[in-house]
């Protein structure tokens, strides 16, 4: 599984990946007691920072990926997200120097975002859907590299009602291409409104706006064990 934060993120905080109420776990135990996951992910990867990470990663190209049964792609919900300014200027504020200098400089984006995300309408995403679109392909041809009949199962762009995001312009085209791609690819996609749709509504989900309810993670990772075993998963690894 490559996915973001949300692969690891309760409603009201990270936990260690071992936790089994995340998704992950779920989707592995409702396959079956000797199903293993493993999972590669971080806070905010777009489909870019996925493929970087698989490319770079000697323990993800040369033991992870080779060993795999099915791919979960739960990246592409940070690039329909509504941007500020480029992606490559927000992610350099890390590297300002001095300390102090960098602070500012994150508090000042933080403060500003918001407000100039809201005045463009969200036009400029995270990441162009055309590059979404790219970096899913070529992390899917690298692990079908090793298991050509590998089954792919895509999370779907999810909702999101978060007060940095002040924009939903881009959601349903980014659901239109996620559907679009999986076709093209031989892909199941999971489509996430439904799922994560209700926790919005009903507050149970992170205050963020963006992470996940423990209901919703259950919901989720029973969703992606079911796409697993249309699959063939489960026939493959048992034969």
């Known amino acids: 599984m490559i996915a973001d934060s949300l692969a690891y993120h309760g409603p009201d905080r990270p936990y260690v990946v071992s936790e089994p109420r995340l998704w992950p776990n779920i989707a592995a135990a409702a396959l079956g007691d000797d199903v293993e996951v493993d999972l590669l ?23 992870l990926l080779p060993r795999a049964d099915a791919l979960v792609l739960g990246v592409g919900g940070m690039d329909q997200l509504p941007a500020a300014i480029p992606t490559y200027l927000r992610e350099g504020i890390a590297f300002v120097r001095p300390a102090s200098a960098r602070r500012r400089v994150r508090q000042a984006y933080l403060a500003a975002s918001p407000r100039v995300i809201a005045a463009t309408g969200g036009r400029m995403r995270q990441l162009p859907q055309k590059a979404t679109d790219h970096y899913l392909g070529r992390i899917t041809s690298v692990v ?66 963006i992470h996940y309810s423990w209901r919703t993670h259950q919901l989720v990772g029973t969703a992606i064990a079911r796409a697993i075993e249309r699959g063939s998963f489960v026939e493959r690894t048992t034969s």
């Open 41 to 63: 992910a971080r806070l905010g990867w777009t489909t870019r920072d996925a493929w970087w990470a698989v490319t770079k990663d000697p323990r993800a190209w040369g033991e």
């Open 144 to 209: 079908r590299h090793f298991n050509p009949d590998l089954p792919v199962v895509l999370l779907g762009p999810g909702p999101h009602n978060s007060p940095a995001y002040p924009s939903h312009r881009n959601h349903p085209p980014a659901v239109q291409a996620a559907k679009a791609w999986a076709l093209g690819h031989n892909a199941e996609v999971i489509e996430l409104d439904p799922l994560v749709g209700p926790s919005l509504a009903d507050g149970s989900a992170n205050p963020d706006g």
